[in-house]
């Protein structure tokens, strides 16, 4: 073991900061349901310690809740071990739902006590079970040590999930976006 000299000690205490975020940046999600999903950076905090991103939410409506005679009879009374959440072979990443935009209709059928219209200048927005919901995205808060900023090569499957549907039908992609998330990565390429 070696003692740290005292004029390199500040040195040792500085963090490698990464590349400074921008709205309309591409980032991908680290941990949780949404690992490895591609993100629009939507807004940061002054500190740079948490972003606001918008992705293509990962719902099943309802569809997962477990309507078996086991969990009826846990109900009744039986078997009414409590089970933390995340762990199991029902929530690993080959089980989780498919990305598709918010559906109203569909949140409706299930939890119509959870879903609430906001009002909004900017498009359809709705709070479903705690999450904000803009236009068919989710719009979240994540702390910026849980995104992945560096390195992010959207592929085009990924990037026509965020393409904008007009009131006539078109459907528009915010290319400018897509050039500056391409010049950021000058060694990798689009794939």
Do not use: W
């Amino acid at each position: 073991m070696q003692i740290v000299p005292s004029n390199e000690m500040p040195d040792c205490l500085r963090v490698n900061k990464s590349k400074e975020l921008v709205n309309g940046s591409y980032v991908r999600i680290r941990r949780g349901l949404y690992s490895g999903d591609l993100a629009i950076v939507e807004d940061v905090v002054p500190n740079g310690l948490d972003v606001t991103v918008k992705l293509v939410p990962r719902l099943t409506y309802g569809l997962d809740e477990d309507d078996s005679p086991r969990a009826a009879a846990a109900a009744a009374g039986g078997d009414n071990k409590r089970k933390r959440p995340g762990f199991g072979t029902a929530n690993n990443f080959a089980n989780r739902p498919p990305p598709r935009p918010f559906n109203e209709s569909e949140a409706k059928k299930k939890h119509a006590r959870f879903l609430q219209q906001n009002r909004s200048l900017t498009g359809k927005s709705f709070t479903y079970r705690g999450d904000m919901y803009e236009d068919g995205f989710l719009i979240k808060d994540f702390k910026l040590q849980h995104l992945i900023v560096d390195n992010v090569q959207p592929k085009l499957e990924e990037t026509q999930g965020f393409t904008k549907t007009g009131q006539d039908g078109t459907e528009t992609l915010d290319l400018e976006t897509l050039k500056h998330s391409l010049h950021d990565n000058s060694e990798g390429s689009y794939q």
